[in-house]
């Protein structure tokens, strides 16, 4: 059998992104980056060239931390997509990349280094401004959103994003910061408890509290890796 060849060899260069997510003030945020050679007041996500011999999380995680000295690991972060339309990023070439998500509920503070000049984060209602963010880094952080609610479905996760011990309300503005809009006390209540071992009471042990009626109820993470069932609060 002939060995096919390959008459014609494309420029083309893959890059990683990755889109990291917190919460400040009840308000989903997102990682940003000022890179040296981008237009006065344009944002990124950290990213970069995929080396040799480098795995794509590992790229990922490396780039994150050169250009904003914030750490994770390459296995608490969840691969979105890829990115590959042609205009997307003309400047050398074909550019394609394979963005990854990371949830950080207590980030240190962002510091930029390597070609970024400006790393914080921002409000996720300020990415998806026309003109804000460079190449097609405003979809990816929209299917970040996507990906987030999801594993907020599915895990336990947003419980990382409340202290110890947390109230009911807590976790819920947890949930209404990704989803974007308030969510009813009460069926919030109904959906969690209806989950076996998706929170555990904290017996003897009540919130603080200077307004009227009882202390709210505090609760812990538990073990467990899924929800079943899943939560689901999406209305919209």
Not at 32 to 46: D, I, M, S
Not at 155 to 182: N, S, W
Request: glycine residues 6%; hydrophobic residues 35%; proline residues 7%.
């Amino acid at each position: 059998m002939a060995t096919p060849k390959r008459t014609v060899q494309h420029q083309m260069f893959v890059y990683v992104d990755l889109v990291c997510l917190t919460i400040r003030d009840r308000e989903l945020h997102v990682l940003t980056v000022e890179r040296q050679t981008a237009e006065k007041g344009k944002l990124a996500l950290p990213g970069g060239l995929l080396e040799e011999h480098e795995g794509l999380a590992e790229a990922a995680v490396r780039e994150l931390r050169e250009e904003t000295g914030i750490t994770v690991s390459p296995g608490s972060i969840h691969q979105i997509g890829a990115y590959g339309d042609p205009q997307r990023d003309t400047r050398y070439g074909r550019a394609i990349s394979i963005a990854h998500l990371a949830l950080i509920p207590h980030p240190d503070k962002p510091l930029p280094g390597s070609d970024a000049k400006g790393s914080s984060f921002v409000p996720y209602s300020r990415t998806q401004r026309p003109g804000v963010m460079e190449f097609d880094h405003k979809d990816i952080i929209r299917d970040a959103r996507e990906l987030a609610l999801r594993l907020m479905e599915d895990t336990p996760v947003a419980t990382q994003f409340c202290d110890k011990h947390f109230t009911m309300t807590d976790l819920r503005h947890v949930y209404e910061a990704i989803l974007g809009y308030e969510v009813d006390p009460a069926n919030f209540r109904k959906k969690v408890e209806a989950i076996d071992g998706f929170v555990v009471p904290v017996p003897n042990l009540e919130s603080s509290h200077s307004g009227a009626g009882r202390p709210a109820k505090m609760y812990r993470r538990s073990s467990v890796r899924e929800l079943n069932p899943p939560v689901r609060f999406r209305t919209k």
